[in-house]
């Protein structure tokens, strides 16, 4: 079982290592031996962990979103906050991650380009990798209404929306280099307070 800790303990050591080479350096400049350098170790022994460059690259990637979940499932387990407050802390991280990985984004959308290329389907790679945020959201979408802080929605369709505005978040950082998401935040703000369920109707009017 150490032995089985150690590996693994060692596999997210080299990961984290890498992504910060793919990030410096662009995803078509890296090559294996430069990986294993910035970790201290043999060609031979990265083998052992992964099979080439590619494979590390969707592994990095898999850890950074990961431990983005990780806090996301955290706020949502967090019974002190409501569905609004969740919702608003949820894509606040989300923003804070995007603008702490903006070199990333720009070494993902090259990659993304190249497997094009090659034939594979860049949105079904995305769509795989997103399908789980998008799942935590609809929760919150779904407990808002049930708990009678959201008015009834179409979930499928706010669900895009707030998506939506995270890609365009991504796309500014990426593409237009920008390096604030301030009008971003202020738009999803705007578009929470629009599910707010209206409190000033009297229920008894509606009879």
């Not at 079904?124 to 959201?137: F, Q, T």
């Not at 280099?177 to 707010?196: K, V």
Request: aromatic share 8%.
């Amino acid at each position: 079982m150490a032995i089985i800790v150690e590996h693994d303990k060692r596999k997210r050591e080299i990961l984290a290592r890498a992504l910060d080479v793919f990030t410096e350096e662009g995803y078509e400049d890296v090559t294996f031996q430069k990986i294993a350098d910035r970790c201290g170790i043999t060609r031979t022994t990265l083998y052992i962990y992964f099979k080439n460059k590619h494979d590390i690259f969707l592994w990095s990637i898999k850890q950074l979103t990961s431990g983005l979940e990780k806090d996301l499932l955290a706020l949502i387990s967090d019974t002190g906050l409501s569905a609004t407050e969740c919702l608003r802390s949820m894509l606040m991280k989300i923003l804070d991650g995007c603008e702490a990985n903006k070199q990333l984004f720009a070494v993902i959308l090259v990659y993304l380009m190249q497997i094009k290329k090659s034939g594979v389907d860049p949105q079904e790679r995305v769509r795989r990798r997103v399908l789980h945020l998008r799942h935590l959201l609809s929760t919150v979408f779904i407990r808002g209404m049930h708990d009678g802080e959201f008015k009834k929605i179409k979930v499928k369709e706010t669900n895009e929306l707030f998506y939506s505005l995270i890609e365009s978040a991504i796309f500014r950082l990426a593409v237009l280099n920008q390096d604030s998401l301030s009008e971003t935040r202020d738009i999803l703000n705007l578009a929470i307070s629009e599910l707010l369920a209206d409190k000033t109707v009297n229920p008894a009017a509606s009879d």
